[in-house]
């Protein structure tokens, strides 16, 4: 799970998570989204875009990523790209919320 602007470290391992990283970093993307797992529709309606800050790729072709979560999303439409899934998302805006003093 993943918030916006709390570190969000990562040991991608999996095939599948591990092109997905290239294709961020070498696309220049360096983003990309998270959302829990959700029964039924494989991920959550809603999630949080994250920031490859460093990407650190291991000998056995495994990483350690570490990222920070930027903006939180709705998902509109799900896909599959390779293995891993995609969607089509819209971000949403926070509300400010003022200081009450008492």
Known sequence: MAFPGIACPL?????RYRL???RCHETG???????IYERGKSFA???CMLEILSLEY???GRSLVD????RRFHVLKRGHRDGYH???VEYLEDKKVEDRKS
Do not use: Q, S, Y
Request: charged residues 30%; proline residues 4%.
């Open 20 to 22: 997905m990283m290239r």
């Open 11 to 15: 040991h991608i391992f999996e095939p």
């Open 58 to 60: 291991l000998a056995d």
């Open 86 to 88: 995609t969607a089509d």
């Open 45 to 47: 309606d809603f999630g």
């Open 29 to 35: 993307t360096k983003r990309f989204g998270m959302c």
């Open 67 to 70: 990222t920070v979560g930027r």
